[in-house]
Each structure stands twice: as structure tokens, then as C-alpha cells.
């Protein structure tokens, strides 16, 4: 005679239109949760549980994965990811472009105290495993996947020097990050557009990839030129090549085409994608739905202006001719990219009032010609230690939907886990870091049906997944981590705007990392139940 025992679970969502995270059609199912995992799914009704949560009318989806973030100090200044988990967004990989919280060794120590001041944070890590461990230490709301930061491992053995390394030099960057993966770094991301990054020739960045690709790792690039050096093409094609000569999966960081002379080229550099995809090489791209971009206005100027760091780059300055041909570069990238009028200062910590304003308004309210303006800011900057932050209105929307469409682009914020409130409410921000996930599912597949609803949330869930290695999250499927969003189809929507970003979205009602309600009706309910999780 055979026994029935009654199964008993932590939470059983019931009612809701799953959609599994693999692109298939939605289905009607109810979920079990236990012990921080779906162990069932189907007509669950009859089943005990702790907790039940009714959802008739919404879907219920696998948490989404932010593989594009840079949330490395703001989630330890504020561990409930409120701009992130109030998107649904469950996991983020954090690192990217090049610059990781760790390691901080080399001339990298001296940036510590502007981390500090700039956070009102204490930086008591120097690696990657201590890194880990105060983030566990503080809570999070979010799982916290880690890149380790090319610029991190340069500056430590070269510091801003624009040279190739030795030999030995070489080694010592291999030794840093072999420590950095086994610490559980889940890959290398570069940001080849930025200095010292910039000074590396493509046989450097190859060397350091082969390191992660034995690891199991990937390398996510913000390529060397996203269209205002006129080297597009070139850009994408020297990412491939990292990924065939290391034999390592690459992750194109948020696709786009950001100068006007070369929005035609957008189809081109797409084939050549897909050519190396054809010919068996992983690569792949991430994408932020907004027509702006979010960069430095220190990154517009030469990359040899700012060789040696900047000490060097202000005594530059001070030569006429040197700081004139400084200034026409900076302006010319900046013409490329729109003009001053298109470029919005997000973030001047060292002089607050200039935010919220474009180039072009600051150099109207100095009354002088705005590349001037453009090279006095930056010579501010410079001179107090800081960064500008900018957010740059100069794609086009049709590529912007050209690159969204490719099933193999995926969906990332390229923003922050940042709060209206507090140090993180400072500043004026991209509204990527509020809206992207619910702009996807607002305007791009209910409003304008660029996307199917089961195609968007797998760009959001499963592609990431398996971009990064997470072989137990992505999915809802039995043995999975319960990371779970659950929206409404019908009304979810960005409210985020470039001049009033700080508002959360509407829509998503429920969002559950590791079994456990994060935010529940909307509201977040203090649980930070997030993991460091690795890939290896």
C-alpha cells in the first residue's frame, strides 16, 4: 500500500500566466517555493504553504538579470538596490567597463578616499574575496554577480602609464586576476574607449582574456569606439577577435551607434556580428532602450592628453598650444555626438549647480563660446579630483529598435542601485538606472510590439543566465533558485525622465530573490536576501 504525504512549501504563488524565461508561450501554472527553490510547479491548490500569494491576471516571470551595471559602492551604501529590485531586476553583474570595487592595489589605493567621501562609505577591502565578503556582511537585496575591471588590473602594475607592459609586468596582471576569478569574479570587462584602458593594444587585452576563458568566464567590452573616433566597425571586429584568439564568450557592452555621421552603418556593423556568430564565435551584445547615452566629459578629450594621470594631464593644460589642441578634440567629439545642446550634466559633485543643465546653457551663462565652456569644466574637474557625469542624446531610435530585435542582444541598465533619498538621490541621473526593464515591457512590447512579451523577458532572464554562467537561475523551472518577478501585464511602464528620473515605475507587484518577498504591492520590504553568486 502506498503512503501520500502531503507536501508542505515555504510559498505557493497561485493563478499567475507563467512565462518560463526560454521564449515559449505563457502557460497558466501555480509555483511552489521551498527552501529558497521552485521545487514544483502545476495545480498546486491543494498544497500547504506558509505563504500564498494570489496573482490571477499577471505574469509571473524569473527575476530579471541586469548583465550590464555599475552598482559596485552604491549597494554598499544602500543594500535594498531600490532603483534595481523595484524593476524587477534580481541579479546584477557589476564591474563593468573596465572598472571593478576590486581589486585596489597600485595607484589604485589613492583612490580610496575619494570613494569614501564621494559614497560615506569606508573602503576596507583591497581584493576581490574581502570585496565579496562585505557585501555579504552588509546584506543585499540583489544577487551580485562580479566582474573584475581591466583598468583595475592596469593601474596596479602600470599605473597610467601609456606604454605596453614587460614581461614580468604582464605576468603580475595574469597573477592579479587569476586571484580576482578564484575569489569569484565571473569574468573581465574593458573599457577600451576610456584611458589608461586605451593605451592597451588588442594582443595585451588577448593575453588576460585566455586567463578567465580558462576560468570559464567571459569578457564584456565597452568597445574602443562607439562611432566618434570614426573606428566603429574596426571596434567590433577587434572585440571578436579577443573572443576567437582567447576562445572566451564576449559580451559586446551596450550596443549602440553614437555619432551621427555613422548612424548608417548600423546594419553593417550588425552582419558583422552575426558573420563571427555564424563562424561559431560567442559573441553577443547587451542594449539600454533610450536614445541617450551616459559617459564623462573627461572622456571626450584625447587619450594622450591624460597619459600619466591628472597631474600630468592639468600641467598640460597649462601650455596654450597644448591645451587649444585639447579643446578642439574635445569639441569636435562633442559636435559629433550632437552638440552641447544635447549634452546634459548629470553629475557634478564639485559644483552641484551645473547640474540638470546642458553644455550649451552653461556656457550661455558664462557668456562665452560653448568649447570654451566645454574646456573649462573639464579643467574644473580636473583640477577638484571629480568626474562630470553626462548623458548624451545622440542615437537614433531606428537603430535602437534594429539593434533591440537581434535575439541575441540581451537587455542591461548600464546604470546604478541608487534611491531618491541620501547620498544616492544626488545629482541628476540617467533614467536607465529607474525605468529600463519596465520601458522594455511598457512601450516596446505592449505600446509599439517591437517585442513579444515571451521574447523580451527571455532577453531579460535566460540569455543573461547563460551569458554569465548561472546555470540554476534564468528560468522558472523545478530545482531553480525562486529569483521571480511578477507584473501587470497591462500597466507596467517607466515614469522615469531625463529631467525628473528619480520615480520608481509602476507594475510590478511582487519580486522574489531566493524565495524570499523583496518587494510585495509595490513596496519594498527591507529584505536583503541577495547572493554573490559565481559561475564556477
Known amino acids: 500500500m502506498r503512503l501520500w504525504v502531503k507536501m508542505e512549501v515555504d510559498t505557493l504563488i497561485l493563478g499567475g500566466r ?78 563593468n567597463c573596465g572598472n571593478s570595487a576590486a581589486p585596489l592595489l597600485g595607484e589604485l589605493k589613492d583612490r580610496r578616499s575619494q570613494i569614501e567621501q564621494r559614497y560615506g562609505i569606508r573602503v576596507d577591502w583591497t581584493y576581490m574575496s574581502e ?61 577600451l574607449r576610456y584611458d589608461p584602458q586605451s593605451y592597451a593594444k588588442t ?26 573616433r570614426g573606428r566603429l566597425l574596426e571596434a567590433v571586429r577587434e572585440a571578436i577577435k579577443i573572443g576567437r584568439e582567447a576562445k572566451i564568450p564576449v559580451e559586446i557592452s551596450h550596443l549602440k551607434i553614437l555619432a551621427k555621421p555613422l548612424w548608417d552603418k548600423c546594419e553593417e556593423m550588425l552582419n558583422i556580428i552575426e558573420e563571427a556568430r555564424r563562424r561559431g564565435i560567442d559573441v553577443t551584445a547587451d542594449q539600454y532602450p533610450y536614445r541617450a547615452s551616459g559617459t564623462g566629459l573627461l572622456a571626450w578629450i584625447p587619450k594622450w592628453a591624460y597619459a600619466g594621470g591628472r597631474e600630468k594631464f592639468i600641467q598640460r593644460l597649462k601650455d596654450e598650444e597644448t591645451r587649444k589642441k585639447i579643446k578642439e578634440e574635445l569639441y569636435r567629439t562633442m559636435e559629433l555626438r550632437g552638440g552641447a545642446e544635447n549634452a546634459l550634466i548629470s553629475r557634478f559633485e564639485a559644483e552641484p549647480e551645473f547640474e540638470g543643465l546642458t553644455v550649451k546653457q552653461v556656457a550661455e551663462k558664462w557668456g562665452i563660446p560653448e568649447d570654451e565652456a566645454a574646456m573649462k569644466l573639464v579643467e574644473m574637474a580636473a583640477k577638484k579630483g571629480t568626474s562630470i557625469g553626462i548623458i548624451n542624446f545622440n542615437q537614433k531610435e531606428e537603430n535602437v529598435i534594429k539593434i533591440m530585435k537581434k535575439p541575441w542582444v540581451m537587455v542591461g541598465t548600464d546604470g546604478y542601485a541608487i534611491s531618491p533619498k ?9 533614467p536607465r538606472s529607474y525605468g529600463t526593464y519596465p520601458r522594455i515591457l511598457g512601450r516596446y512590447v505592449r505600446e509599439r510590439k517591437i517585442l513579444t512579451l515571451e521574447d523580451a523577458i527571455r532577453k531579460m532572464t535566460s540569455l543573461p543566465a547563460n551569458k554569465v554562467g548561472l546555470k540554476d537561475r534564468g528560468l522558472i523551472k523545478p530545482g531553480f533558485w525562486a529569483d ?53
Open 422 to 430: 541620501g547620498i544616492l538621490g544626488r545629482g541628476v541621473p540617467h
Open 18 to 95: 507563467i512565462i518560463d524565461g526560454t521564449g515559449n508561450p505563457w502557460y497558466k501554472a501555480d509555483v511552489a517555493i521551498k527552501n529558497g527553490k521552485i521545487v514544483k510547479i502545476g495545480k498546486l491548490r491543494n498544497i500547504d504553504a506558509e505563504r500564498i500569494l494570489t496573482v490571477e491576471g499577471l505574469i509571473v516571470s524569473p527575476g530579471f538579470i541586469d548583465i550590464h551595471s555599475h552598482s559596485d559602492y552604491t549597494l554598499i551604501v544602500d543594500p535594498k538596490a531600490e532603483s534595481k529590485i523595484r524593476q524587477g531586476i534580481t541579479t546584477e553583474v557589476i564591474g
Open 484 to 536: 521571480i518577478t511578477i507584473f501587470n501585464p497591462d500597466t507596467i511602464i517607466d515614469k522615469a525622465t531625463y529631467l525628473n528620473p528619480k520615480q520608481f515605475p509602476e507594475g510590478i507587484e511582487y519580486v522574489l530573490v531566493n524565495g524570499e518577498v523583496v518587494i510585495e504591492n509595490g513596496e519594498h520590504t527591507g529584505k536583503t536576501p541577495g547572493k554573490v553568486v559565481k559561475n564556477h
Open 203 to 228: 594582443e595585451e587585452v588577448i593575453e588576460l582574456a585566455k586567463v578567465v576563458s580558462k576560468y570559464g568566464g567571459f569578457y564584456a567590452t565597452h568597445i574602443r569606439d562607439e562611432g566618434d
Open 131 to 191: 570585496y565579496i565578503e562585505r557585501l555579504r556582511r552588509g546584506g543585499i537585496s540583489v544577487n551580485v554577480a562580479p566582474l573584475i575591471g581591466f583598468a583595475n588590473i592596469r593601474i596596479a602594475v602600470l599605473g597610467y602609464e601609456n606604454r605596453e607592459p614587460t614581461e614580468r609586468e604582464m605576468e603580475e596582471m595574469k597573477k592579479i586576476l587569476e586571484r580576482a576569478m578564484e575569489d569569484g569574479a565571473v569574468g573581465l570587462s574593458a573599457g
